[in-house]
């Protein structure tokens, strides 16, 4: 995530309908949702249920929407497909849907 304007490695200590604390360094740090960018958001999703294949698609349908790093769209790609390969075909049609 970026915090303090640079690239952090964060723990999620606990999110709730306010923000999420996230912890670095030694330090606990509550971020409310309006102030994280779109591509901290698909982190964070990725990164809360790396297991469920519902929140795998959703924030692959973010970072398309979003126009995220290829490679943060290939690495959700590929986790869903292991998770569940029929909603990994669902999110490929949805980003580029056949004409």
């Known amino acids: 995530m970026n915090l303090l304007d640079k690239k952090q490695m964060v723990a999620v200590e606990e999110m709730s309908s306010v923000g999420v604390r996230v912890s670095f360094d030694g330090n606990v740090v509550p971020l409310k949702w309006p102030n994280l960018n779109d591509a901290d958001l698909v982190t964070l999703a990725m990164a809360s249920l790396p297991g469920d294949a519902q929140t795998v ?25 292991l998770l569940d390969p029929e909603k990994a075909k669902q999110l490929k049609e949805f980003i580029a849907p056949a004409p």
């Open 57 to 81: 698609y959703e924030a692959g349908v973010l970072a398309a929407a979003i126009h995220a790093d290829p490679q943060i769209r290939r690495d959700i790609f590929a986790a869903l497909s």
